[in-house]
């Protein structure tokens, strides 16, 4: 029986007595003679420590169901051409069998994006492996193109994110437990309602891009019209030219964004509301406590913040980050705070005339204190400038993946909340609807709830035998940017989840 739509026409029995599709060509993906017997040949082909495959063809399934019976720790993502061709193949007594295995998942080409990147965690899996059956490919050359397009999107993306967390896992991992400590030691209890009067100014979301420097007299002349949100990097350069911000929000995690806070001209920072994300830098905020400053924290999305958080009983806000700029994170806490008129100034997501930041940042300081001869800071800028291939957007300004990636982020971000904006020259001039319900900072912790809490954590991953990805508790997935470090730092990635997974948690007492 045909199928509309479909490239396969009839179902036959190998020599074998096995069901396999036949091509409208007459050609199979399968053998003819023993097809279990050439699924074997192809699994000697694969790497024994891989756990997630994609399969080009559904076919027999008889490849399918040798990789689930010899990997039992596995997961398949089978892909075909259309739905058309999975309703077909269904007939087939073992495919429909296989459709019902939850580590099996059937995917039309058009699908493949979107099914790779929610199903593929590197974290849990290790490494990828594509098994390509040539019998399929020959069959749908167009089809094979379009996927391997999909499949180098799909890598990139699951790549970028897993970049990131191997190379921050373990200090967002470090600086959650010592805010949580910190809040321990400070007030994190408040209902921030402003009032109307303060409402009807302009909010003003200041990045650290380098047409900033050209806004700032303005800023200066119309300053009681405003209420100023600066970036963390944005700070130093409002500090060196002596303007006060009303509030400055910083998710970097990294030692260098204490410079952020120190080396200023005022030692005082009191008249200014400080907001750290959880996976800030600890000693970033050790250093604002120090001269004054009113500190507050939020969340940005990371599962063990969300976790403990709830678990102690905090209502911190959560504050979206997109793509990972804090320039989104500012502008969203002006928008739960109720402002409705914004502008973001040094949003620039571009270098502009040869510079990257506008003068005054961290960066002065530091490549100044470096700057020589044969090493002036003139290089040390460049270097910045040059180290990921530069795409020109006009003759004044370059910018790069990255950066870009973060303009799109924080457009979308904007066209999701209903945010009307407009760019024009230098920067995004934002309308909004007006909210009412404020933005909590609620609960406070003390030392003995916080280490209670922390056994607890503990206790729930004692019992680790864990096979399958949907089997993970709430514990685990919180550990999974620390173990996407552990996998990237230990050059062994091939091992088990279960290895890494003891090794977070051994990472976690060292903290009790």
Request: aromatic share 10%.
């Amino acid at each position: 029986m045909q199928q509309n739509n479909t490239r396969y026409t009839q179902i036959i029995t190998s020599k074998s007595g096995k069901e396999i599709p036949v091509f409208a060509s007459g050609k199979t993906v399968d053998s003819r003679y023993d097809p279990e017997r050439e699924g074997l040949r192809i699994l000697q082909t694969v790497k024994t420590n891989t756990k997630f495959f994609i399969v080009t063809g559904i076919a027999s399934g008889v490849l399918l169901n040798i990789l689930l019976t010899e990997r039992p720790d596995s997961y398949i993502i089978a892909v075909e051409n259309n739905q058309s061709d999975i309703d077909f193949l269904m007939q087939i007594a073992l495919v429909k069998e296989l459709s019902k295995n939850d580590r099996l998942s059937f995917c039309t080409n058009d699908k493949l994006l979107q099914k790779l990147t929610f199903l593929y965690v590197p974290s849990f899996y290790g490494n990828l492996e594509v098994i390509e059956q040539a019998g399929w490919i020959n069959e749908n050359p167009e089809i094979y193109s379009n996927f391997k397009q999909k499949l180098q999107t799909a890598l990139s993306i699951i790549s970028a994110d897993f970049s990131v967390q191997s190379h921050f896992g373990k200090l967002w991992f470090h600086n959650i437990l010592s805010n949580l400590q910190n809040i321990c030691k400070t007030k994190n209890n408040e209902l921030l309602e402003f009032p109307k009067n303060l409402l009807a100014k302009t909010a003003v979301i200041l990045g650290a891009g380098p047409t900033l420097e050209h806004e700032l007299l303005v800023i200066k002349q119309n300053r009681n019209d405003y209420f100023i949100i600066a970036t963390d990097t944005a700070f130093s350069i409002l500090n060196v030219n002596e303007i006060i911000p009303d509030a400055v929000v910083s998710l970097d995690g990294q030692n260098i964004s204490g410079t952020h806070f120190i080396n200023t001209k005022t030692n005082d920072y009191s008249k200014t509301l400080f907001l750290f994300d959880l996976t800030s830098n600890p000693g970033a905020v050790r250093k604002v406590k120090k001269m004054n400053g009113k500190v507050l924290f939020f969340k940005s999305g990371h599962p063990l913040s969300e976790y403990l958080s709830n678990k102690l009983g905090l209502t911190l806000p959560l504050l979206f980050s997109g793509a990972g700029t804090v320039t989104i994170s500012a502008i969203d806490f002006a928008l739960k705070a109720g402002f409705t008129n914004l502008i973001i100034l040094g949003a620039d997501f571009a270098y502009v005339n040869g510079k990257s930041y506008a003068k005054g940042t961290y960066l002065d300081r530091l490549y100044n204190h470096k700057n020589s001869r044969i090493n002036p800071s003139e290089k040390q800028f460049d270097n910045l400038l040059f180290r990921t291939p530069l795409i020109k957007k006009d003759e004044s300004r370059f910018t790069t993946n990255v950066l870009d990636s973060y303009r799109v982020s924080l457009e979308e971000y904007l066209t999701k909340n209903n945010v009307s904006f407009l760019q024009k020259d230098n920067s995004y001039i934002l309308n909004a609807k007006p909210r009412t319900e404020g933005i909590k900072f609620e609960g406070q912790i003390d030392e003995e709830k916080l280490l209670h809490c922390f056994r607890r954590f503990l206790d729930a991953n004692e019992s680790i035998n864990i096979k399958r990805f949907n089997e993970l508790s709430e514990q685990d997935i919180c550990l999974l940017p620390l173990i996407s470090w552990l996998r990237f730092n230990d050059n062994k990635n091939e091992a088990d989840f279960i290895d890494y997974l003891q090794k977070a948690v051994h990472y976690f007492k060292k903290y009790l």
